[in-house]
């Protein structure tokens, strides 16, 4: 059944976990502030008082502690989903992440598997400093045996969250605190959607063409996907026709989608919210060069964060984050045309 | 046509006197079931979700970031 709400992303998400929840024991969630308070961005609003303390569990400040749990509760059977809070935190609990939870698959040959959701909050925008703003999408997706999922909206983030809570293995997933569409906080139009009532799951690894378009192709995800649409459509004013991709999912990565849209348009931009050396902007350029560097009418661009860490600063903060104008820039430098 | 109100005494005004509509979760126009959050109020950092009091056609009379008040019509709702 389809509905006219207009959901949020983060009502979308925790939808989602409700819907596991009731139809599977083993679903339980915790973290910080995830029960009476419902999540700090509101990614488990409502499940506490359905559920009840033992199965949506407020933990002590301890990440090393309740990831090391999470990881090994999956192992015995159970679904945990474990909120990092921001993904900035990982620093303190990524032995259990990248040791435990990516790897136990492969040390135990296949025998023990860690079906675990690891949420967690990313980007900056709104002065939380270098500690509260990252986004370190190739932190995580340079690392096998994670998945990693970044929804741009609710639709996606409902139906990627039933699907990270029944995958078999370990899911990192992203959610972009501007895009929530918390009361505290700005988020685009576009990011709060319509979705069906009843459960569905989305499949990892299927970017969506937003917008498609003949002159050149942008890839973006999560909130950056937002400022690529913008950017269109003020260059389609001027005759410029973009296609607009959408990855969804860092890992696994949906080459073939963009590689077939820059063999149509021969361009590409690629913009990431992440820093920009050694990035997702350098995979997906590289993804293309691979398979055909001839695809080229003109030299691909990437635009992120220029390699420091995020200013406190607001004028500051702005100026590193890539917006709607950086990208149309880019766009026009890429076609050969004035700004 | 019935009225959707903010509760009265849903927070103490002496502390905060106002609030404002965060989201509103259905479009303008756009037909409601009878208890439905239609929308959601933010006081300080806290949120308050709004019922539909019954099923219908909702008209948006406070958009999406307008100030509210304990006892304000926000919108009203056309019975079907």
Redesign the interface.
Known sequence: MSSNRIMTVSRAISEAIAQEMRSDPNVFVMGEDIGAYGGIFGATSGLLGEFGDARVRDTPISETAFIGAGVGAAMAGMRPIVELMFVDFFGVCMDAIYNLAAKNIYFSGGNCKVPMVIMMATGGGYSDAGQHSQTLHATFAHLPGLKVVAPSNAYDAKGLMTAAIRDDGPVIFMFHKGLQGLAWMASPEGAATELPEESYALPFGEAKILRPGKDITIVAISMMVHHALEAANALARDGIDAEVIDLRTLVPLDRKTVIKSVAKTGRLVVVDEDYKSFGLTAEIITSVAEENPSYFKSPPRRLAVPDVPIPYSRPMEQFVLPDAADIAAAVRASLGKAA | MTDIVVPKGLWDTQKTPEG?V??????DG??VPEG?TVA???VE?S?FDIAAPNAGRLHIVVAKDGVVKPETVIGRIDGV
Do not use: C
């Open positions: 404002i965060a989201n509103w979760f259905f479009a756009g037909n439905a959601e109020l933010m950092k949120t």
